[in-house]
């Protein structure tokens, strides 16, 4: 049973939270260090996912000189689970914590190595549009790419479904930067694994460092439910992770702006339901509350 100075101190949390504006949130979040993650659980062989059974991830290292690492997941619950259970470390961003897969790595490649290393890219805050890992999937008898519209964390693979992460650039839509090889190069039960692909560049109309902030505040914007929170598709509830990064997107857009205050008045009606999943007596979701620190900043 929680202890009764415990559950003081978790109200407390919780009415800071709350107000989004809190000192006390703020240096909690300042100083918090991100994680690396231990080392990913033992992957199940690719042969072992089929077309009615588990799920595949594949990574083109192509960029870093290497190949495409394909990884199996016989039971997926999220496609970040599946990119860790396939095989694969990650690193995320101070910023967004593992929310914002920023390197990553496999035990075939360079002994394990993630990449982009420090040299390149400190993950700090969240990378630019034209260097980054970006997420695509496909599902069974899909025979092109799809930018995901969820992130790893939220998205829930299905039996056959195929994912793939590829470093580069992509405009806010996807509809450039996709993988260089199908989705059936890779999936279960598929071909070989491709080769060593070029370093991908930017699609046509989008020259590298050229963003249209304009136009992806107004994408995002227009992802919002009655303009102050993400939905799932066929859900009526609060998608919490998703409108903090939307939060992010139009603060580094434009600023502090009417569209930003409202998913801001959002997140604080929220805030409790967020940072204590389980209840507001039970543990802090402590990623739940840098992320609104963060937010409040």
Same mark, same amino acid.
């Given at each position: ?238 998608? $919490? ?6 939060? $992010? ?49």
């Amino acid at each position: 049973m929680v202890g009764t100075a415990q559950q003081h101190d978790r109200r407390a949390a919780g009415r800071r939270l709350l107000s989004l504006f809190s000192a006390a949130a703020v240096t909690f979040a300042a100083g918090l260090t991100f994680v690396t993650g231990a080392a990913p659980a033992a992957a199940d062989p690719v042969e072992q996912c089929t077309p009615t059974h588990g799920a595949v991830v594949a990574v083109d290292f192509g960029p870093f000189g290497g190949g495409v690492v394909r990884g199996c997941d016989t039971t997926p619950t999220t496609g970040y689970e599946l990119l860790r259970d396939g095989g694969f470390t990650t690193e995320g961003t101070q910023h967004d914590g593992e929310g914002f897969i920023c390197r990553i790595g496999t035990a075939s490649f360079n002994s394990g190595t993630r990449y982009p290393t420090p040299l390149t890219e400190d993950c700090v805050l969240t990378p630019q549009a034209t260097a980054y890992w970006s997420y695509w999937i496909a599902s069974p008898g899909q025979s092109s790419w799809s930018y995901s519209p969820l992130g790893a964390m939220d998205r829930k693979p299905k039996a056959g479904d195929v994912d793939a992460w590829v470093f580069g650039g992509t405009d806010v839509g996807g509809s450039s930067g996709r993988p260089a090889f199908t989705p059936d190069d890779v999936r279960a039960g598929g071909g070989a694994t491709p080769g060593p692909t070029p370093t991908p560049t930017d699609g046509p109309g989008v020259p590298v460092g050229k963003i249209d902030v304009p136009a992806a505040a107004r994408w995002v914007s227009e992802q919002l439910h009655d303009g102050s929170h993400v939905v799932d598709e066929g859900s009526e509830t609060p998608n $919490y992770f998703l409108t903090t990064e939307a939060a $992010y997107a139009l603060a580094a857009a434009g600023g502090k702006s009417a569209a930003l205050d409202k998913v801001v008045a959002g997140l604080a009606s929220g805030a409790t339901e967020y940072a204590y999943p389980a209840g507001p007596e039970e543990a802090l979701d402590a990623p739940a509350a840098a992320r609104l620190a963060l937010v409040a900043a």
